[in-house]
Every structure is written in structure tokens, then in C-alpha cells.
């Protein structure tokens, strides 16, 4: 089957999004399927905060990788991109013959994913990622109508795909709320098994050893966004350190809210117990998933 896919969250951007899209197309390609991502182009700064190389990663042999122009966008992660949508990327996919478009995110790339649907007559898939509610409270204008709008606008465009997926139903009945109607389902994000897996207790035991981590370890991996509510697993931490011996946080990953987290875990006086790990390699990632 061919594949084209639309998003405008790609690697090397710090997201569950382009985790999901990566690890999907590498083992659709492993099945013989051929992958056409259209994703943003991203600068070498963008690299340089995940501590990447700047160059194209590698997926899979059926895997094409087409960067278009994309403007920066206000994100967490400090390496949003938005793609301005031209309306005419259709003209160049249909050489490729794509058997389904799949449609990622409502901004630049979505309205090219939703074009070319309709112009090249292929059934458009849709994936809804994100409760949208988390993200309007980014959005410097703070009138109700406009978070309204939003609201039915996201339902609006999903209800032009045949088929939904989202990683939550939480996220299928927010828009469902505002006017979603088509058929959906529930669809967990993908995990790499080859990576990501439980270690025997000695192991674990030396890994904790190797990281600095204390004997129960709570772990937090990802962006670190107002959205994601860790200041709530710090807080809870300084309750329960005394209750349960051993207890420290892990956090990995990069975003605007590290400065504050930093503070509360010292406001709260357990500095010893929150380790910031930062963006890490893949090898590391899983080594402290193990650990904990």
C-alpha cells in the first residue's frame, strides 16, 4: 500500500506526535507498505535542542521524507513549525499514486492533506492527537468565542476524514462535543519493544546505580509543557516522600515550564528527589525507563 502523510509535527521537534509517526512508518515499511511523509522543514537549532545531528533521519528503505517550507510556531518545546499551506502539493503527489492519505494535524499540512484527498479522490484518514483544550491556553487572546471557534473548527475539519483515530477517547469526545460525528476509534500510540522493555532486578538495580536514581522511581518522559501537569507529580512527591521510602522523580525531556519546575522542587525543599535529565539519546531514554 502507498501511504502519503501530512503533519506538521515532525522529527527532530520533541513530541509524541513525531515519535508515533516514526516508529508507525517503520514498521509499516518493515511490512513492505511504501511511506510518504510531508513535514516541516526544521533549522539546525531545532536539531541542536534535541542534541541531534542535523541531518535527515533514516526510517525505513520505503520511507521518502518531503520537507516544505514551514514558519516557526509558538510551542512549548521552542521548535514548533507551522507549514503555509500552498493548496497545490496535490499537483506533485499525484505522481506518486498514493493508495490513502492520512492527515495528522488541522494546521498547513492538514488543509494540503485534505486537498489532496479531494482532489485525487483517495480516502483520507485522520488522527486527532491532542485535546485541544490543554493547547488554547497558548493562545495569547483569551476570549471565550474564539476558544469556541477552535473547538468546532478541529471537529469541523476531522468530519472530512472517512475514518479517526486518537491515542484517547477523552480526545474523540472533546470533538464530539463541538459537532464530531464521523466513525472513530480508540488506537494506542505505538511502542518500540525492541527498546523499550522490562529489566531483570539486577539489571535495574545497576541502572539506577548509573543514573543516580533512589530505589522507587516515579518517571516522567516528554515535553514539559503547562499541559502535562508535572508540577502536580512534584507536589505529590513532597507528600509522599515520607511514606514511601526510596521515592524520586526522573524527568527527561526539554520545555518552557523546566525554570519553574526547578523552582517548586526547591520551594518544596526536595531538590535531592527530582533529577532533570534533559533530552536524552534513545539508548539512555530506555536505560532510564528500566530503572524505574
Not at 535527515?56 to 510551542?75: D, Q, T
Not at 472533546?174 to 500510540?189: A, L, T
Not at 517548586?264 to 536524552?280: D, P, R, S, Y
Request: glycine share 6%; hydrophobic share 40%.
Amino acid at each position: 500500500m502507498k501511504i502519503a502523510v501530512f503533519s506538521d509535527n515532525f522529527y527532530p521537534e520533541l513530541s509524541g506526535i513525531s515519535d508515533s509517526l516514526v516508529e508507525q512508518a517503520s514498521e509499516l515499511s518493515r511490512l513492505g507498505h511504501q511511506i510518504d511523509f510531508f513535514v516541516p522543514c526544521y533549522g539546525e537549532k531545532d536539531f541542536a535542542v534535541s542534541h541531534l545531528p542535523y541531518k535527515e533521519i533514516e526510517i525505513g528503505k520505503n520511507v521518502s521524507i518531503h520537507r516544505l517550507f514551514a514558519l516557526p510556531f509558538p510551542a512549548p518545546t521552542k521548535q514548533g513549525r507551522m507549514i503555509l499551506p500552498t493548496f497545490l502539493r496535490w499537483i506533485a503527489l499525484q505522481k506518486k499514486h498514493p493508495d490513502i492519505i492520512h492527515t495528522h494535524l488541522f494546521f498547513g499540512a492538514g488543509f494540503e492533506g485534505l486537498l489532496a484527498s479531494f482532489f485525487l479522490h483517495k480516502p483520507l484518514i485522520g488522527t486527532s492527537h491532542t485535546p485541544l483544550t490543554e493547547f488554547l491556553k497558548y493562545s495569547p487572546i483569551k476570549a471565550k468565542f474564539l476558544n469556541n471557534f477552535a473547538l468546532r473548527f478541529v471537529s469541523w475539519y476531522y468530519n472530512r476524514c472517512d475514518f479517526v483515530t486518537a491515542p484517547s477517547q477523552s480526545i474523540l469526545d472533546e470533538m464530539k462535543q463541538y459537532g464530531f460525528y464521523k466513525p472513530s476509534r480508540v488506537i494506542s500510540n505505538p511502542i518500540d519493544l525492541n527498546h523499550f522493555f522490562p529489566a531483570k532486578e539486577d539489571e535495574q538495580a545497576n541502572l539506577k546505580k548509573e543514573f543516580g536514581l533512589d530505589s522507587f522511581v516515579v518517571l516522567y518522559t516528554g515535553r514539559l509543557a503547562q499541559e502535562k501537569k508535572i508540577d502536580d507529580i512534584i507536589r505529590a512527591l513532597a507528600i509522599l516522600k515520607e511514606k514511601i521510602p526510596g521515592l524520586c522523580l526522573a524527568i527527561t525531556g526539554h520545555g518552557d515550564v523546566e525554570d519553574s519546575l526547578r523552582t517548586l522542587a526547591q520551594e518544596l525543599n526536595i531538590v535531592e528527589k527530582v533529577k532533570f535529565f534533559g533530552t536524552v539519546s534513545n539508548t539512555d531514554h530506555a536505560h532510564i525507563y528500566q530503572a524505574s
